[in-house]
Every structure is written in structure tokens, then in C-alpha cells.
């Protein structure tokens, strides 16, 4: 009855934080994450770019190894016997790059928080970053390690719904109606550490993120209107996009952070000339899938209807509603496997699937474009 | 525990019918929608631009008068003593204007289909002749008439959401996802008849004028992203489109006629700087309210929370669902009281309202600028 | 595309009204079911016990002929040419035996509300006068009238879900919760005019008879545990039944006016060896099909997967929800197609099906039998 | 903005398991419950009966110490000056008692499955072997461990739905629909392993558990009415039971695993004098609140209108959802805080709430009351 991720514990993979400290949120998000299936190891750490907070978060998690800063952290760790193998960057935004850097070329794993960069000029210098390092890059676009995303792709590459004519996908959430001063609002809405975007960068590159990846559609161009709604914020917190792809498809993204009644509500619907997909991250367990002219079906997780793709990333059976972390610790398993992989010079398997650099230079290129498409009054912006 | 609409039948109005004929659709619905509520008693029609369909569907009807064309039956109609009051015209849209144009100059109030007319040239013309005439004009964008979107327009004059930031509105279908040879796919996709809109004519517009009836706003301008993805289709099926309203809000309109596993999917999402409110056509006796920093809530339709614009527009408890046709009658209804005012030199209640000439003016235009925009590469197009 | 009821407005059935007026919430809904679908026009009526209260009533609606008491509009209807051909009783329970009695007796086909009397001593004598009489008698179980309830009955009778082994059926309501003094609380908590049975009168007989209605299976005994929770009512306002089928098939069966948050929440469930179906009377236009062992399917009342025996019920597309007014038109357009058939001699469609005095008797037992049980702690009482 | 469980790693809790080899489903749970808040340390086990298994299991799990059999476990724990402080119980129901004694005689808390035992003795024996140990004693009756259960609870004791009245719960699956061969339901199925209870023991418990858990209410007496619907099966699959509160509440209780359609579809409603609740595990992140003549209201985990009792026991914001994996650590948790109370001889803070041996013992004679009910044809049984 229960199929899908067995536990693997023998050699769990040693691994560093950079960011993370006490007060952080997505932080303590990826250790748990990193914890679920049981292939990682936190050892080290360079939690705050506060050398006393970082001491100090190290103590309350038990670290083996705290550093002041994560260049030092890089170092030390390369020329240990039993150092790290991989990190987790979770720091904001415009951290990541040079974080980055330091262990990719010290042939240390990274495990990067996105969007990838908080610039274009990073995000491209990242990207050869990683080219040139034998280490691998992953980047936690999380949504996609959800069972039932796994599932829409699937179906769309197996040809479920046909030809791809329509993608609808928004992200809205409420947090920022009001002007926030507590600290994930204060730095998400500097452009400095966040980047030009703003609800763009934050949850526009999710949804831009996981409609690429269910659909395996190449965007081709972009036209959007971005606003501020709430007085004195300096990036967007609202943004309206078109979107066309190559081959034909068009579609529509809207993110935003002012829309009362939202919490999380990345929703994904994709419509093909054989038949629509529909999915909600709030509801994540289940698919929806209507072949043309016939009734609606619901897909459960683990359940009846549901392929490999997603009952490998399962742990529960169909009606025990897996969430939030458990996709999450998806993409930390996949990179698990690939590092296990690695560790014995072969490749994954080909079922092993993760966001890379690439697909972060990707999300950076969609906010770059967006803000550049509403400075011009909407124009159509290429996507390279 | 019951309130609202009661039933009035002392001196039901004498209705005739311009359309409608046996094989048609939208006929049978003004039928039964001026029915319901016994203020209209339909006496007299032409319902097809063939003679002999209308008299055979006349008979099947047990109509009274039935007439080989509109204008015979305008003019005779005229002279009778007991001739129609008022005429429903439910002919394709290219036939609108040149009927309701002979009523309304003979002092017959129209009630008439949506869109308005095929060409922006003919609205205008209309507009002129319903001023010019002493006779009422009422537009079924019957989607007004239903409770919760009273409700939801109520909320939003009193102030509950704040000042409008975002409007999100689709209407998605599936029904033309392939070529289709029928009648009613047949004439809504032929230019000629149905105008240079076609999902964008025929869906969009209601959900346009939904947008601007709840929230009050005059749109500005829009950019416009067109699709005809079915092959030998002449009009879009599928249409992405930005909205800017005075005042500073944005919208994001979709209608599509391609989009597989919906039906009626009309939906409307209104978020203000206190709140967000959000309605579906298809669970239409439901609205959701969600008081920014508090609990959604679910108001039903005559049930805890609804107001008295819902309530009069209510037939039975709550719980006990009031659908398409009770909201279609809504707006019949409305139209009666403003008649029976009308007949006594009156104007109606304050609290009656019907879509105008006017908003069937805002919907061609509606479509002629997406028409526009989408030639022009999606640039913006002002809406006057 | 659209399918099902068409109109047919020849030879409209002359009808004739017993209760209904001004005051009465049901008798508005019954005029509006036979006006829905031009089959019947309402001609006379004795709508009160209170001979001014009915001309009053009668003066409102425009009837032809309005009597002081049922008895002498009976005797008279009998005697005219044009009188009415059906009756619809619509008073309180304790009246519907006298009432139906004169018109059966006479030939005057009857449309009575449920449940059919308020004892069953009443109940048999009322089957035998039906029997007797050359006239049809129709109760008005309106949810029977439901497309998707229809479509339910069919597919159990095509064997879709094998043999049924679990029924669950609930009508939670929570207009009672707290003492009312108006007309619709007051006669429905008085056992004298309401029956021994509240809650289990009211509406447990509605979810009784839906569930017979649907599986098709023969009830053969119940335990219930009634409960009257608001000080001072006199009959049960709560009720917990336990229901045996011939056959083995088990069930429970909810019936409640004291759930706060439940407006009209009738819900059935059944279950058996090869799939289940799920429906909810306020989200009537859809009902869930879970063959065992692959993924649920919604299937929407005209659309995919509905099958003749909801569609010939529907008058809208699907996507268009139709409501309560709809389904109880149902009940009163069945009527109609076996009154018109009677016209000529014939028996009607074998499609056509409505709620019988038979129905009426075994929804009478039931009460009775919950009444009974209930008294003797939950023993199983027979259901004859 | 994300308030909730923060992690402590300090100080793990050294744990032990019994039962949980390879091919058990439960097992794994349990660990991953154990470890995702990080208070746990799996270093021992006694993994299955047949002592190869254990090896084998404890290899792959690379555990420090696995063991032949429980007993030479517990002794040998025991005397280490790092043995398991904790053991968690796994095995099928009938071992249950005899392994959690010889834990409990040496001082080890356990941690054990539901339910307690397979027969009413044995789980009296557990009671006072529990009684009799310093070592505290929790049942992983997990559902408890939902946020929103606890919201409910905290609710309820606060008056917001004031006196209870009606307690409806339900909890159906599908996968015994027909006779299944595989592990997991072969031991359910014993009545030697399972207990007399089928449904009712493995799921009814469950359904039992948290409707006392919730509403407080002291359970007085209940009839049932059991069905083994499957040829062969030899204890229940399908179990309908009414129930008797003290105080008056009553309740109706359906455990079912033959309904298709049903994955875990546990649902708790529960209606007061003053209002209502409803909580569905399947969609556990949302509890719907209806204040008596007001909207009803939806209440998020970690969200606006959660209190204390969630949030404490919530990890990520309102909108990413948590789910079945973290209701079950949450009950760890729980344990780990009584735990660490323990340590230095407190008791743990008023807050911390877990299922107990008592909560156990009423859950077995749950079982035996619905057994002895069915066999006297649902006559009313005292739950003591």
C-alpha cells in the first residue's frame, strides 16, 4: 500500500549552513528538510553574518562547528578529513552569489535558497561559477518537489493533455497589505538585499519556476505592469505578466503580496488540446485532470491514478495529507541522491530531478525582464 | 426566515420575443427567466428570421401574435391597444441594433442580449436611439443578477474592502476546444454575426462588466494578448488581457473557450486595502470576505451576512441554492419594476438596477480595444 | 449542447391551490415550480383557513376563483367545465388528509407537500383514498427531483456500484438552535399540526426518502435516539437513526435543527461493492463517482458523464447551476407529463417518476417508527 | 510572522524501537515523526519478531545496538549508562502489552501505537504497569497532535460553541473493499493480532479518541451495530454506532473500510448551544467555526484566528500546509517535552498535551462495548 522514498541512513551526508541564524525563517525550514529523510548531517555552520549570532544559533542547534563567516567556513571545511560535503546558503538574497562562490570552488555541494542572485550580473557570474566547479548546484525552487507537480509533469511529457495552448499561474499572498517592519518584510522589500523585484523576485519566480517545469515549455517573451501599491515601498508587491512561449502557448502569471484572503496560493492550471491540469500548492495532494469531453478526475498522492514520478517522492498512504516540508525535503533527497551518486563517480538516476543554476539565471532573467517590460509601459521583453 | 423578491402578478406586462426560435439557446432562457417571477406574460413574437420557423415555434409556444419579421411586428405592436410593452431581442448580436432600434422608436422598452451589437459603430448608434426614445433599455448581463454579486457590489460601496487595488476576473470554457459545426458554436464564431470578439465578445464582456459593476471603477485602458489556437478559427478563443482603472487599481482579465475541464468558470477576486472579497458563477450563493488580518468568512446568499442588495434579490432560504435562471430572473425582474414605475410616470426604486445601454457601449468598446491591442502587439489601448 | 426539459406551453393544466397564502413560505415555492416550465396555470385557490386571509391572497396573485374553504372549491371545481384539473396542497401536515380527500374523491388530480399527513392513521386512510380514486397523487420529496440525484438512482440501477452495503444520509439544519416564535417554527414544532416526529418530520423524511429513492433498496427496521436539546420543544429537534436494508445493506441517518453552521446540508452517501456516490444538496449540480480502485470523478449535471435520465431534467448548460427551484419544478413537470398522458388515456414515459402516496405512507412509518423506537431506548423498530 | 515549535537539539532523547522492520508501515512513521523536530536519537531496536529481520532492519536504519527479541532489549538498555530513555512500540496490537511492561518495569517512557492492546485484559494490566513506573507512559493516538484539533479543543473550552449538544464523527476509508492479501491488512484482519475490532479497532479508536479529545465530554454508553461486509473477514469492516454522552451531548460514530472513495477521511463535527465546528483530516490545516447566526468562519493553522494551543505546535506560515508526518511529531514532541521535564524532575509545562494509558484503556473498551452492543443487536452498552 505504501510505495515511494524508503529511509537511507548508512553514511549520511555532511552538511554546512551559511545563514540561518536564530531569528531567520526559511533556515530552520531547510534543517528540517535536510532531517525528514535522514541522508543529511548538519555539522558546521556559518549562521549570521553576525560573528555572536552566529556563535550563538551554533550553540542552540549543536553544531559541531560554528564560523564567523562562510569564506572562512569554506576553507577550514575544504581541508578537513571529514568536512562538509555540501551547504545550504539561506541567507538573503544578494549573499548568494559570493557564499556561493566560495564553496563551489572548493568542490563543496551547494544547496542554494532562491531566487538565485539578487542582480543579473551574479546571477550569470553564479551560473559560470558552477559550470566550472565539479561540484553540484541545487537550487530549492521547493514547489517543484511536491508528488503532484512531479505528477502534471509527467502527464504533460507523456502527452496526457496534448499540445499546450494555455498556462495560468498566479501566486498571491496577503502579508504585505499593510507596511511591515519585522524582519523577513524589512529585507524582502530592499532592493539592495532583495533584488529590483519585489513580490516578483520573491513568488514570481516560483510561479514562473513551476510553470517551466510542468510544462516544459521554453518562455519565449514577457510583457508586464508591476506596482507598489502600499506607500513607500521601493519594490514591486503586485505584478501583472504575459507571458508566450515558444511553439505558441501563451499565458498569464500574477504574484502579489497585497491580496487580502491569500495566504500561499500558488495555483497552477495548464490546458492543452487534449485536456486541462489543475493544481493548488494549499491543497498539494491532490491533482485535478479533466481529458476533454470526459468528467473531471482527482489524482491523490500515492493513490489511485498517480505514476511513479510522484509516488517515489511519497513517504504516507493516499488521504494523509502530506505538505509544505515534505516537498521540500523532496528537492534535499534529490540532492541527496545526487551527491550519493557523485560520491561514487556516477550520475543519478535519470528519476532524480532537481532546480539548477540554470533554472535560477532563468528565474533572475524573469524578474530582470519584468521590472525592465513595466519601466517600458508593458512592453514585450525577450527571455533570451 | 424568508426574505426578498415577492411575487407580484396583478397586471403582468405584455411581452414579445425577436428570436428564440425552436433551435436556439439563449431564447428558452429569457422565456423561462421572464417567467419565474409572473411579472411578464410573453404574447407575441418573431423568433426567427425565417417565416416559417418563427410561426411553427410561435405555435409551439401558444403565442398570441406571431409576426414574420421585427419590424411588421414592431409597427403592429405599436398600434394594438393591447400590444407588447416591452420586447426581448434575442437574436445573434449582428441583428440587435436594427431591432431594438424599431421598438425603442415606437416607445417599446428592449430587453436585450448581450453584447450589445456586433460593430462599435452600430453601439453607438444604439446608445443614440435608446436616448432619443422614452423607452426603457436593459442589457441581460444577467451575471448582475445574481444575489452575491449585489452583495459583494454593496460591500463595496460601504467601504469594507477599502480602496481597490487589484481586480482578478476570468471566464474560461472548454466547450470549443475542438472545431465544432453546431448552431450555437457556428455563429458565435463567424465575425459576421457575432462581431470581430469572439471568446473576447461573448464571455469576456460579462466578465468585464462583472468587473466594473462590483467595483465601481472606470477602467482606463487595457493591453491585449489575443489567440485563435483552434485552426480555421476566425475569432480569438482565448484571450489574456491587463486592465488599468482610474485611480490607480489593475485587473487581469482572462476568457478562453479552449480550456478543458471548464464549464462556466466565471470568477471574480476583488482585493482592496482592507480586505478581499472573491465569487464564482458556478457556487453562486456563495461570497467570500476576508477582513485583512481576520478569518475568511462565507456569507451565503439570504443567510448570515448578506445584506439587503442580495436579500431582495432572493427567492428562497438559505442553504437552498437559487442558480442561473433565478439570477437571469433577477434582472427580468429588475427590468419589470423599472417598466411598472415607468407606467405611472415614476422612476423606480432606488434600489433597482439593470446594465444599460451605456455598460453594452463599455463592452463593445471592451472588445474593439482588445481587438485593437492585440494587432498592435499588446500595446495599451484607452478604453475613452 | 444543451440538452434535457424543453417547453411546452399548449394546454397549460389548470391549477388550483390549497394553503400558500400570503404568509406561507412553501406555497410561493410550489407556484413558482409550476410556473417554471408552463405547464400548469394557477387558477383558483382556498388559500388560508382564515376565509379573509384567502381572498386577501387570492386578490394578490390574480386568481381566478378564490374559495373560503377547500371543501366548497372542491365541490365547485368538480362542477365547472374549466375547473381545475390539479390541486396543489400546501398547508400544514395535520390538513393534507381532509384536503387531498375531497379532490381525489372528485377526480381532482392532487400535488401534496410532504410529509403526507401528521399521523398514520391519517397516512393509510389517505393511501386508500388515493387508491380509490381515479386521480393522480403526487408528494412533492422534491430532492428526487434533483438532475443529480437522478443520475445517482440510474447509475445504482446499472450496477455502476455493485451491491450497496453502506447508505449514509444527513439533513443537518440550524434554524431551530435557539427557541423561534414565527409561523415556519411555530406549527413545524407543534405535534398536533406537525406530527409527532420535528426534525425527523420536517426533513428527516427528506433524507429518507432519498435514500430509498436512490439505492433502491426496501428499509426493514431502524433504531433511532431522538432528542428534543431546546428547552420547552415538544418534539425532536435531533435524531440519530440506524437503518437495515432487505439485503444486508446498513445505514445511519442524520436529521438535525440544532447544527449551527448547516443551512440545508442534505447529504447522501452510498456505498457499495464495486464504487461509491457522494451528493450535496447544496452543491446540487454535481455528483462524485469513485469507481474502486481509480480516481474520483465529478460529474456535472448536463455535462460529461451525465447520462438521460438527469439530462432530460436540466435545462441549462452545464456550468450553469440550477438550484431548488429547478429540482422542485422537476417534481411538478413529472406531474404535468402524467397528468397531459392521463389526458388522453395514457399511461406516461416510464422516464417519468415521482414521489408516491406510497412514499408518502413509508415516509410516515418512519416517523412513527423513530418516534417509537426512540421510546423504547433505541430498540429496532419494523418497518412493516 | 511564523510563530510555532522552535527546534531544541540540545540534549537528544536516546530511543528505542520495537517493531518497525522493513516491510512495516507504522514504523517508518514513527521515525520520521521522531526525528523531524529534532528531540530524538534512534540508536537501539528490537526491530522485529523474528531476530534476522532485526538485524537486517537495524543495519539499514544504522543503529548502534539492535536486539534478538524486546525483553533482552529492555534489560540490557537498562543497565548501559547511555541506554534508550525512551522506547517506541510498533508491533501489532497483541504484543503490545508485553513489550511496553518490561519497558516500563525498568524505568524506559514509552512511546506506544494504538491502539493500546488487542483485548480488554491486557490493556488493564498496561493501565497498571503504567501506573506503577515512574516512566511516563504516551499513545500516539496522532491525530490529537493537528494544530487545528487542538484549536477545536481550546475552543470548545473556552465556550465558544457553548454547551454540546451533537457530536458527529466519522472515519471511512476503502482499502478493505475487497479481500486483501498484503501485510498490513492480513494482521488487521486477525482478530488474534488485531483484536476483536476490526474498523472499529484500528480506525474507530482513532474516531473515538478525538471526539472525546475535543469536546471533553465524558463518553456514558453507546449501541452498535458491526458488519463484516467482506466474505470471509472475521472482524468488523464497517461499524455504525450511536453514542451517549454525560450531560446529554449524543453522538453518531461511523468507522468504515469499505467505502470506496475514502482514503482517511476522519472528520469531527461537533455543535453547541452556541455554535458549531468542523474539522476534516484530509484538509487538516482548517477549521471551520460557525458562531450561531453569523458567516461562517475559516480558521488557518498559524493563521489569523488560531490561538495559543495551535500555533504552539505549528512550524511553518498559514498557507504552507502541514500535515500527517507532522501532526504525528507534534505528539513526539509532546513526549520530548514531558521527557525533558522528567529529566530534572518537573513536570512538563500545562501546555503540553499527549494521549495517555487511560485515553488507551477507554480506546479498547471502545472496541469491547461496540463487539458486545453488535452481539446483543446494538443494545445500549456502559462505557463503565
Not at 76 to 83: D, F, I, T, V, W
Not at 250 to 259: D, I, N, P
Not at 309 to 333: C, D, K, M, Q, T
Amino acid at each position: 500500500m505504501v510505495t515511494g522514498r524508503s529511509e537511507e541512513t548508512s553514511g549520511r551526508i555532511r552538511l554546512g549552513m551559511v545563514g540561518g541564524g536564530n531569528d531567520a525563517f526559511i533556515g530552520g525550514v531547510h534543517r528540517i528538510a535536510a532531517r525528514l529523510d535522514d541522508k543529511f548531517e548538519l555539522v558546521a555552520g556559518a549562521l549570521s553574518s553576525t560573528p555572536e549570532k552566529s556563535r550563538e544559533s551554533g550553540a542552540v542547534l549543536g553544531l559541531d562547528r560554528v564560523y564567523d563567516d562562510f569564506k572562512q567556513m569554506a576553507i577550514r571545511e575544504a581541508r578537513l578529513k571529514s568536512g562538509i560535503e555540501a551547504v545550504s546558503i539561506v541567507t538573503p538574497n544578494h549573499v548568494h552569489y559570493a557564499a556561493a562562490r566560495e564553496f563551489l570552488k572548493r568542490g563543496i555541494h551547494v544547496i542554494c535558497d532562491k531566487p538565485l542572485t539578487s542582480t543579473l550580473v551574479d546571477a550569470k557570474k553564479l551560473v559560470k561559477a558552477a559550470e566550472s566547479s565539479c561540484a553540484l548546484f541545487i537550487l530549492t525552487h521547493n514547489y517543484t518537489g511536491y508528488p503532484m507537480v512531479r505528477q502534471a509533469r509527467e502527464m504533460v511529457a507523456n502527452g496526457e493533455i496534448g499540445k499546450i495552448r494555455v498556462v495560468q499561474v498566479e501566486y498571491p499572498q496577503d502579508w504585505l497589505t499593510e507596511q511591515q517592519d519585522f524582519k523577513q518584510a524589512e529585507w524582502r522589500t530592499d532592493p539592495e538585499r532583495s533584488g529590483t523585484g519585489g513580490a516578483t523576485g520573491d513568488i514570481g519566480t516560483h510561479a514562473f519556476n513551476i510553470a517551466c517545469f510542468v510544462t516544459g515549455l521554453k518562455p519565449e517573451s514577457l510583457a508586464a505592469d508591476l506596482q507598489a501599491f502600499v506607500p513607500g515601498r521601493r519594490v514591486d508587491d503586485n505584478a501583472h505578466v504575459l507571458l508566450r512561449f515558444e511553439g505558441g502557448a501563451r499565458g498569464m502569471l500574477w504574484s502579489s503580496q497585497v491580496a487580502p484572503g491569500n495566504e500561499n496560493a500558488l495555483r497552477l492550471r495548464v490546458y492543452g488540446e487534449k485536456g486541462g491540469l489543475e493544481w493548488a500548492q494549499e491543497d498539494p495532494n491532490y491533482l485535478w485532470f479533466t481529458p476533454y469531453g470526459e468528467p473531471k478526475r482527482l489524482i491523490t498522492r500515492n493513490g489511485a491514478g498517480a505514476g511513479d514520478a510522484a509516488n517515489r517522492l511519497s513517504r504516507v498512504p493516499p488521504g494523509h495529507p502530506e505538505g509544505y516540508l515534505e516537498g521540500f525535503a523532496n528537492i534535499y533527497s534529490e540532492a541527496a541522491d545526487a551527491i550519493i551518486a557523485f560520491r561514487s563517480g556516477n550520475s543519478p538516476d535519470p528519476s532524480v530531478i532537481y532546480p539548477t543554476v540554470q533554472d535560477g539565471l532563468n528565474g533572475v532573467r524573469f524578474v530582470a525582464a519584468c521590472v525592465q517590460s513595466s519601466a517600458r509601459n508593458a512592453a514585450w521583453v525577450k527571455l533570451e
